[in-house]
């Protein structure tokens, strides 16, 4: 789909700024990428961009032909994390936590690059998020070629606020943490970013059609990043985690952009 962007820039942000420039939107990812194993997989891959493991103790499980974790229905995406109790080793990732759980992550094929071609993109999504301890749902950005940058859409750490995160380095970080009410329950998180110059983006945070905050992304821009959906445990999350399965489910996962 391609529109006339002008006007639509301005309903997207809620009429906040954004560059006055002749585009035309398009569509990246569609909400309907959940309808079927077949859609799923021509937009996202399985797992970490990176493999399997990351900063928790859930090792990530899923492929074409393994849908314990990452299960469709219904155009909703499930991740499911269950406790194990057999010694797997570690997490290869720092910092190495031992492994407790099974989990599921997927990652979107197409990457998210602010630039002069595509200087306007939207990330969304509506997510029923759990929040218990040592549970850690997240819906991210996250450089391709480097770490940072890093841009957290939505980000539970085992109670019911939301973390919007800007990482600009280690300990450059923007942090806009919101109580949610019934993480539970379904709600839309999204993300507005756009060039303003040629290092740097705003990030425009949103909650359930709230504004809630700008960021800027210094030196984010023309730096291809993965789009994530997973679930991890424990770590920043807290522990112990929960012994029963955990649930993190999704739908409508919305990719657009301008091109100029």
Do not use: C
Request: charged letters at 15%; proline letters at 6%; glycine letters at 10%.
């Amino acid at each position: 789909m391609r529109i006339a962007a002008t006007a639509l820039v301005l309903v997207l942000t809620g009429g906040l700024p954004s560059p006055a420039r002749a585009a035309a939107w398009e569509d990246v990812i569609g909400p309907g990428s959940f309808g079927g194993y077949g859609a799923l997989e021509s937009e996202w891959n399985y797992r970490y961009p990176w493999g399997s493991d990351h900063n928790g103790t859930a090792r990530m499980y899923a492929s074409a032909t393994d849908h314990n974790h990452v299960s469709l229905s219904g155009g909703v995406l499930t991740l499911k994390a269950t406790r194990i109790s057999w010694n797997e080793g570690n997490s290869s990732a720092d910092p190495h936590l031992p492994i407790r759980y099974h989990s599921g992550a997927i990652h979107a094929k197409e990457h998210v690059v602010v630039n002069d071609q595509f200087p306007n993109w939207e990330v969304k999504g509506e997510f029923q998020a759990p929040s218990a301890r040592g549970t850690w749902p997240a819906f991210w950005l996250t450089g391709v070629n480097s770490w940072p940058p890093e841009s957290d859409v939505l980000e539970f750490k085992g109670d019911n606020r939301n973390w919007f995160n800007t990482f600009r380095t280690s300990s450059d970080v923007s942090s806009s943490v919101v109580g949610v009410s019934s993480p539970g329950s379904w709600h839309t998180y999204r993300a507005w970013i756009t060039k303003v110059n040629a290092t740097d983006v705003d990030i425009h945070y949103y909650l359930d059609g709230r504004w809630i905050a700008k960021h800027t992304g210094r030196n984010f821009a023309g730096k291809p990043l993965w789009l994530i959906i997973n679930l991890q445990m424990e770590g920043s999350s807290g522990s112990p985690g929960p012994t029963a399965e955990t649930v993190y489910r999704a739908r409508n996962v919305y990719i657009g952009r301008t091109r100029a």
